[in-house]
């Protein structure tokens, strides 16, 4: 049983690629990039435990704000982030700050420990009356984090994807030409769980972040992790699971840390060593909780038809694979158009189920939802 005074840690640290990241920005080739990989897949941990502790050790002064902290109002939660990145840290900086670089309106009082309480002004308006007042403070406050550092920054915006809505084009816009002109000072790290808004993103030639950064897979967790997680479930229980048994677990939870997370905390609870039992459960509730049966059942027939053959690889606007599409949804005769296999594919990918991977490839967007696919095709049987 694990010792009241000893922390046992759970964050499997990944240093090496922290630091390759943080390489390949320095090299100055490149002055962002974008980092994909589904839900739950460990994003944000390493974002925050491993990549920006290893940018602030190296010199760069970071900033983390992710666009789901305010849904409505992303830019608002990008104001603040920046506003709170920009002020002054130690008291040095503090001091400078006061002497050198006085701004106005907004007081605030610093507890300097032995030289008493010395105020400092700033003005970060994040919540502006007017989007356009608030939007031409980005490029201030920016550069106001970069005064504040040592001319090295490195922004990491979680979860971009939310800001491909047509709502948010303005914003992203506006991001770009920020980022843009600085890039000499300003590193970028985006991240994303979503392929088909990523492409809408960074891809579509109209989009104003075309072309600004490449997207790159995030890399899967190993057996180093899933070692790594038992080592510490055994010295906070006292009970040791088989890592072969740990490994087949992680597996059929697509390797996905976030899942194998829950099944280890409910094995904690409920006793025993039997983690292949319980990651099934945790895997069936995600999985219902995921909505998936209810969307099936929604969708066209055409539409499954469609979803059938991305996950069979079959490509999709040959004649015979539309001669098999009409016959499947009680069409004789005559193949489907292209344009009517079209349709449907634009639909899938309007409501985010497939994207697009190549010239005419599609693949399932959500993983766990293209495994279970695979491993039962009968529920994309048209029934009708």
């Known amino acids: 049983m694990v010792n009241p ?44 435990e491993d990549l920006l502790p290893a940018a ?16 409505s109002d992303p830019l608002a939660a990008l104001l603040l982030a920046l ?36 105020k400092a002004e700033a003005e970060f308006n994040a919540r502006s009356a007017s989007s356009q007042a608030a939007l031409q403070s980005l490029p201030e406050l920016v550069d106001a984090v970069i005064a504040a550092s040592k001319g090295k920054v490195l922004i990491a915006l979680d979860e971009i994807q939310h800001l491909a809505k047509p709502e948010f084009q303005e914003l992203v816009a506006a991001l770009r030409t920020t980022l843009d002109v600085r890039k000499k000072s300003v590193k970028t790290v985006f991240t994303g769980s979503s392929r ?22 995030f890399p899967d967790l190993d057996a180093r992790f899933v070692g790594f997680i038992m080592s510490s479930f055994h ?15 992680f597996a059929a939870l697509s390797a996905t840390p976030g899942l194998f997370h829950d099944a280890v905390e409910r094995l904690m609870k409920m006793g025993g060593i039997d983690i292949m039992t319980i990651s099934r459960q945790v895997l069936m509730e995600s999985r219902d909780a995921s909505g998936y049966v209810q969307r099936l059942m929604e969708m066209r027939p055409l539409d499954r038809e469609v979803m059938r053959a991305v996950i069979g690889r079959v490509p999709l606007y ?27 594919v634009e639909r899938l990918v309007t409501e985010q189920i497939i994207y697009q991977a190549g010239r005419g490839v599609y693949e399932i967007e959500d993983d766990q939802l293209a495994e279970w696919l695979r491993s039962s095709p009968e529920l994309i049987a048209n029934d009708e």
């Open 235 to 249: 010295q906070a229980t006292g009970r040791e699971v088989p890592l072969a048994e740990a490994n087949a677990a």
């Open 5 to 48: 005074t000893e922390t046992i840690s759970w964050h499997y640290p990944r240093a090496d690629l922290a630091q390759g990241y943080l390489a390949t920005l320095d090299a100055g080739l490149i002055s962002s990039m974008v980092l994909f990989a589904p839900r739950r897949k460990g994003k944000t941990e390493f974002v925050l």
């Open 83 to 118: 506003s709170n990145a920009a002020k002054p840290r130690s008291f040095g900086e503090k001091l400078q700050d006061k002497l050198f670089r006085p701004l106005k309106k907004t007081s605030v009082e610093l507890n300097a420990g032995p030289f008493g309480k010395v």
């Open 196 to 217: 088909n808004r990523l492409q809408m993103m960074f891809s579509q030639i109209k989009a104003p972040l075309f072309q600004f950064s490449q997207t790159t897979d």
């Open 56 to 71: 602030e050790a190296a010199g760069y002064r970071t900033v983390y704000c992710s666009m789901w902290q305010n849904r």
């Open 318 to 344: 040959t004649e015979e694979t539309r001669r098999q599409l009409a016959l499947a949804v009680g069409i004789e005769g005559e193949p489907l158009t292209t344009r009517q296999v079209q349709i449907a």
